[in-house]
């Protein structure tokens, strides 16, 4: 009986050893892994088998895993490991590089897969808002720090929202949601496996699943509890749960406070009295909102960041994918808070200076997520809608 | 015979169980002149001054010490005179219940029945001592010199290591040069720390080591012609190219390692049917030569296809054999002893050189190529394992457990069928290569490399049931053949890798001048370390029945035309099997004969009654596994039925027919022998005692049967070292069954 025959890619496995699994072969298949990990279904655990995929260079096996994304990385497994394979590392290197090749264009997957890459990443936003500034100081008589009328500092003079930032942002924004969009739908596919699959039972559309994992699991973070009810590592508890719930919401608020800051000032040329001016004094209800979301973020940034560097170098590693995603977070909450600070100090130039840094980083944050780590959000979202769809949750 | 003893009671190992004071003088009143000092001491280990001094002012001629086990303190009484024990602390007050089987009441007084048990080990270690002397030296000259048979990496390793020990050597090599299969390998698996990496052998340097010493003398082209006498006086004739010469040598290394399994066992799995088939052996050859291009290899470990081919093809012979059998030959005829097991007792390593084998391709091609390692079990022995970690590291070895169903030809390649695989499925494999393990069959498995003039023949007794290998008891006397003074060493004991054939040899090295050294001061090696007894034949009453001269475990027996034992005492291991067939009951040792035995359970008090006193029942406990067993549960607290009296026997293979007679007719209930496991796995540190034990336990039930006595009444017992928590209660069950059969018949006749 004819059965496939195995292409072992052993490029694929350096590549898996390069994106932070360097540690893969040390596994000897023993699963304390697929036991200690607390999500793994009781049918055909993971990381074990993931593990001996890895090591073997199966490409195709590991693309089409499911399980990659309902690892939600606490790292039982790396802790309990008796060879010190790291399970948890390797299963966060390939999905790092399932990132990087299901979006395309894969030329910014490969800046951003090192440290190396990080100038060209860098370099981008920071011409585009210079020659922003540029042509605004030219509005501005010249003058690259200029002051309102009344002598305040509005950021509106040279980052001008209608023309600037707006439709930049929006683009970028729309931009990465259809590039997310084509790699989901890719996802998908890879998922799928070859023939027909048949579901039996009750069906629900994709988009109830979605609410459901949103309502169950994204903002619950009930997964996180279940990492933590694992088998007793020797390890102190870590606030991961609380650190990443706090970013999480954050966010939310963030994204929130955005949309309404949009629409306010959109919505306000037609219907006026809905209409708001930034900035915005202190004690604006969005206002407030948007400190409290600030707040929150700092928190959680700094839970987590502690967490990654007091991680037991044995067990567990950081990858570039790590320190980028908290690295580029950090650099947006900072010189967020740091330029309303300034501007609040009346220090005009810094306050120029630091924004035009926020800009850059905000847009980082949002043109390279596809790429980035952060791209769990989405494809990790996508990943668990597709289980529930054909059961393995 | 000693005539002077000192009984000493040691109260600290006793304890408050027992009236010692009264003990003490029952013992002065019944043995009155024959024991001249009777002491009970608070601590006998602070008294060994005291005694000392009542040896020289008393003459005394032997000493009875009361109190813990004899396996506890034996250490501390070295006394210039015979010592014997009387186990009054383990067996005796530890292991004590009432008859009705409650818990002892030690505040009400001494139970009775524990005193009368007590009184009578006293009675009996009086006897035992009596009964023993000193046994005359058996010594021979000792000729110190190694005889190593084999050149290959053991025999160069232990001719090497003899030298270093100050014998001389004369080392014999079948073939034309040195080294052996060593030849083919100048990668081996690690030989010492770290355990990492492979290490070139540098055989050449091994080997002039060898052939540069003057303390040794190497024979190329040469074979056993025979080897005549007993270890310290070995007369070895080695036929060589040049006729045959006469070596005295003291003790023999078996070094003469392994042969291929023959290709046809592993055909099924397509060794022969093309280039791109071959076994690890020619493997390794064509990469030390530098023509192995493949880049895929596949090591297939798993051999389930080849055993069941070759299980197929056994039931066939199977059939044909049954046709021709029939045919008996008195000549001895060598059977060859090669078969598919060997290919699985090669596992570990073919496991070790599949990973040896594998990193030298990966390092050749700069881990361009993909090596795969196919496995039923992964076996890497010992600190091997930090190898295999190394191996596992390297990026172009994939490995998985898996079924291998089939392997074929496609196109160029080769594909193997995997099945049950680590990686959840089952899968083709497409290879360039594909590389079988290789089955190490011991070369004693196929010729007769010693040549013993022995009685029992002139080769190893029971090869078949190691398969060919010359091994005895691997797990307590490793190097140990069933002759003494022959020490196998390497993979003619048992496959293994090049460290452990190194450290094999020097272990076996290191017997060897032990045994010498022993046979020099005519004491045994082993188990029996230390013992200066031997078997000592009144030849006035031998009937020439050859009994002792077949069942001698150990071939120390030779004979004359007529069929009169010729004993080799420095071939004997002291087990006692000798004396307990022969049926004239001629041998004996001079602490250890029929009469003394016999004599101790005559000491016994059996009383009349059988309902209000109980029955009487004697143990026979094997020294090596089933005393230490009670010695044990005693400690323990696990107590048994206070009507057993138990002596310790050098062996079950001791046990002469006429000390059950003896019980019987005294009056015992029931007899028991307690002793350790036997057949295949046996656990018998003299290998047949156990056994042939059993088998005279049938003719004694036989006779009892005749006498009107229930065979039942004597049973043989199988107990481990370990099993100290099943004894207490095979005794009670025994006695169980004793009680229902009611009294011995001949009870107070």
Redesign the interface.
């Known amino acids: 009986m004819?059965?496939?025959?195995?292409?072992?890619d052993?490029q694929f496995?350096?590549e898996l050893?390069e994106s932070g699994g360097e540690n893969l072969?040390?596994c000897?298949?023993c699963a304390t892994c697929s036991v200690a990990c607390p999500l793994a279904p009781a049918n055909?655990p993971y990381p074990r088998?993931e593990m001996?995929?890895a090591?073997?260079g199966?490409r195709d096996?590991l693309r089409g895993d499911t399980d990659l994304w309902l690892c939600h990385n606490c790292g039982n497994c790396s802790d309990l490991c008796p060879?010190g394979a790291r399970p948890a590392d390797v299963m966060a290197a390939a999905r790092t590089i399932i990132y990087k090749e299901l979006t395309s264009p894969s030329i910014v997957g490969k800046w951003m897969s090192r440290a190396s890459g990080l100038p060209v990443l860098f370099l981008i936003p920071t011409v585009l808002w210079l020659v922003v500034w540029w042509i605004r100081a030219g509005y501005n008589n010249g003058n690259w720090f200029p002051r309102a009328a009344d002598g305040r500092i509005v950021f509106g003079q040279i980052f001008y929202g209608d023309y600037t930032i707006d439709p930049i942002f929006m683009l970028t924004f729309f931009g990465a949601c259809f590039i997310l969009y084509c790699g989901v739908r890719k996802l998908w596919d890879m998922f799928r496996p070859q023939g027909k699959l048949l579901v039996i039972g009750k069906k629900k559309s994709w988009f109830c699943h979605l609410i459901d994992v949103l309502m169950e699991e994204v903002v619950t973070h009930r997964k996180f509890d279940d990492c933590e009810d694992g088998p007793i590592t020797g390890k102190a508890p870590s606030n991961r749960k609380w650190g990443h719930a706090v970013l999480v919401w954050s966010f939310a608020i963030l994204a929130f406070v955005t949309a309404v800051v949009a629409l306010g000032h959109w919505g306000g040329k037609i219907i006026p009295v809905i209409e708001i001016h930034t900035p915005m004094p202190l004690t604006f209800p969005v206002k407030i909102l948007a400190n409290i979301g600030a707040l929150m973020l700092f928190c959680g940034l700094a839970v987590l960041t502690a967490r990654r560097v007091s991680l037991d170098s044995a067990n567990h590693g950081s990858s570039f994918y790590d320190w980028y995603l908290l690295g580029i977070i950090w650099l947006v909450a900072a010189t967020g808070m740091l330029s309303q600070c300034f501007r609040l100090a009346d220090a005009v130039k810094p306050a120029f200076v630091v924004y035009y840094f926020h800009l850059v980083f905000v847009w980082m944050l949002f043109a390279y997520l596809p790429w980035s780590k952060l791209g769990h959000l989405v494809y990790r979202t996508a990943a668990l809608v597709y289980v529930r769809m054909y059961g393995r949750s | 015979m000693a005539g002077k003893i000192g009984v000493y009671f040691d109260m600290q190992n006793i304890g408050g169980g027992l009236d010692i004071e009264a003990l003490a003088s029952q013992t002065r009143e019944k043995w009155g002149e024959l024991v001249q000092v009777v002491k009970v001491c608070p601590v006998l280990a602070c008294t060994v001054d005291e005694i000392k001094a009542d040896i020289a002012s008393r003459q005394l001629d032997g000493v009875l010490l009361c109190g813990a086990s004899p396996r506890a303190e034996a250490d501390v009484y070295r006394l210039p005179v015979q010592v014997e024990y009387v186990n009054l602390r383990e067996q005796c007050v530890l292991s004590y219940k009432n008859p009705d089987g409650s818990p002892p009441d030690f505040a009400a007084g001494p139970p009775e029945a524990l005193s009368i048990m007590a009184r009578d080990y006293v009675n009996m270690g009086v006897v035992k001592l009596q009964k023993s002397e000193n046994p005359d030296s058996a010594a021979v000259s000792g000729v110190e010199r190694i005889l190593v048979i084999g050149g290959g990496w053991t025999g160069l390793t232990a001719a090497a290591e003899a030298a270093a020990t100050g014998c001389e050597v004369v080392l014999l090599e079948k073939a034309d040069t040195l080294g052996g299969a060593a030849r083919n390998i100048p990668m081996a698996s690690p030989l010492a720390p770290f355990w990492t990496d492979k290490q070139p052998t540098n055989l050449s340097e091994k080997i002039s080591a060898v052939t540069g010493n003057s303390k040794i003398t190497v024979y190329l082209n040469a074979r056993m012609e025979k080897l005549q006498g007993q270890p310290g006086e070995f007369k070895a004739g080695i036929i060589t190219s040049d006729g045959t010469v006469n070596v005295d040598v003291g003790a023999v290394v078996l070094a003469t390692g392994w042969t291929p399994l023959d290709e046809k066992y592993l055909a099924p799995m397509g060794l022969g049917r093309g280039p791109n088939v071959l076994d690890a052996a020619q493997f390794g050859k064509m990469l030390v030569a530098g023509n192995i291009t493949a880049s895929r290899i596949a090591f297939v470990l798993d051999i389930t296809m080849a055993e069941e081919a070759a299980r197929e093809a056994a039931g066939a012979m199977a059939d044909k054999a049954d046709a021709e059998s029939g045919e008996g030959a008195d000549k001895f005829v060598k059977e060859d002893l090669e078969n598919i097991r060997h290919l699985a007792y090669s596992n570990a390593v073919n496991s070790v050189a599949a990973l040896r084998l594998a990193d030298t391709v990966c390092d050749k091609t700069n881990d361009a190529a993909?090596v795969f390692i196919l496995y039923k079990d992964m076996t890497v022995p010992g600190i091997l394992e930090r190898f295999y970690?190394r191996m596992?590291?390297?990026?172009?070895i994939?490995m998985?457990?898996a079924d291998v169903t089939e392997i074929r030809e496609s196109g160029d390649n080769m594909?193997v069928?995997c099945k049950n695989t680590?990686?959840?499925?089952?899968?083709?494999?497409?290879v360039d290569l594909v590389v079988l393990p290789t089955g190490m069959v011991p070369i004693t498995a196929k010729d007769v490399v010693v040549q013993f003039d022995y009685r029992q023949g002139p080769d190893f007794p029971d090869l078949q049931l190691f398969d060919g290998f010359a091994d005895s008891n691997y797990i307590c006397f490793p190097y140990e053949t069933r002759r003494t003074g022959v020490y196998a060493a390497g993979c003619v004991r048992q496959p293994m890798t090049m460290d452990g054939c190194e450290e094999d040899a020097k272990g076996a090295v290191l017997k060897a001048v032990q045994c010498i050294a022993s046979a020099s001061r005519g004491i045994a090696v082993h188990p029996r370390s230390g013992d200066a007894s031997y078997p000592v034949f009144n030849f006035v009453r031998c009937t020439q029945c050859k009994r002792c001269t077949e069942e001698c475990p150990f071939g120390a027996l030779d004979d004359d035309e007529k069929g009169t034992p010729k004993p080799n005492p420095a071939r004997c291991r002291r087990c006692g099997t000798c004396f307990g067939a022969c049926p004239e009951r001629v041998v004996s040792f001079a602490d250890y004969n029929i009469d003394q035995i016999g004599s101790m359970i005559r000491e016994v008090v059996v009383p009349k009654d059988f309902k209000k006193e109980g029955p009487r029942i004697l143990i026979l406990a094997c020294e090596n596994d089933a005393y230490p067993a009670l010695d044990m549960a005693g400690m323990r607290h696990r107590a048994w039925n206070p009507f057993v009296r138990i002596i310790p026997v050098r062996c079950l293979g001791s046990v002469n027919a006429i000390w059950v007679s003896d019980a019987m007719s005294k009056g015992f209930d029931g007899v028991m022998l307690l002793g350790c496991k036997y057949g295949d796995d046996y656990q018998c540190h003299f290998v047949k005692g156990s056994e042939i034990c059993a088998r005279r336990k049938e003719n004694i039930a036989e006779t009892l049967n005749r006498l009107g006595v229930q065979p039942e009444r004597v049973e043989q017992l199988e107990v481990a070292i370990d099993e100290y928590d099943r004894v207490p209660d095979l005794i009670d069950g025994f006695v169980g069954r004793i009680i229902a059969m009611g009294p011995n018949p001949f009870k107070g006749m």
């Not at chain 1, 004819?2 to 072992?8: D, G, R, S, T, V």
């Not at chain 2, 596992?392 to 172009?396: A, E, F, K």
């Not at chain 2, 990686?423 to 497409?430: N, Q």
């Open positions: 004819a059965q496939c025959i195995l292409k072992p052993l496995a350096q050893r072969k040390k000897f298949q055909a088998k001996v995929w090591s073997w199966l096996k060879r | 993909q970690k596992q590291d390297r990026p172009g994939m998985t457990k594909l069928v680590l990686l959840g499925m089952d899968f083709d494999l497409e």
